[in-house]
């Protein structure tokens, strides 16, 4: 089973960046895809972006152009580089995985415990 381990969080002020860190261990070389996700209070958990084995990689329209989804294999790290950021991006930030090369936005297998994101207007 893969483990994910989130770090990179805290307290900014509005336009300022952030890198979110997400470590991943165990049979990671299954891994189709290696996603973000975000949980705002009171709201559902919403896709931010993803990337897949073979490269491809998939944005949020909310955080298009802001937002840079990257990874260092050889770590077997995914870091989320976050620019220009707004008070509407606070949220409880969350790396997922999954084992099925399709459908980057759903169907995440295996999740992190979250890292608290919090920009201050």
């Known amino acids: 089973q893969v483990q994910l381990v989130e770090s990179g969080g805290g307290l900014v002020q509005a336009g300022d960046s952030l890198r979110l860190s997400c470590a991943a261990s165990?049979?990671?070389?299954?891994?189709?895809?290696i996603g973000w996700f975000r949980q705002a209070p009171g709201k559902g958990r919403e896709f931010v972006a993803a990337?897949?084995?073979?490269?491809?990689?998939y944005y949020a329209d909310s955080v298009k152009g802001r937002f840079t989804i990257s990874r260092d294999a050889t770590q077997n790290t995914v870091y989320l580089q976050m620019d220009n950021l707004k008070p509407e991006d606070t949220a409880l930030y969350y790396c997922?995985?999954?084992?099925?090369?399709?459908?980057?936005?759903?169907?995440?297998?295996?999740w992190g415990q979250g890292t608290q994101v919090t920009v201050s207007s």
């Open positions: 997922a995985a999954k084992d099925q090369l399709a459908y980057a936005r759903t169907g995440y297998d295996y």
């Open positions: 990337i897949s084995r073979n490269g491809g990689i």
């Open positions: 165990g049979p990671t070389f299954t891994t189709g895809y």
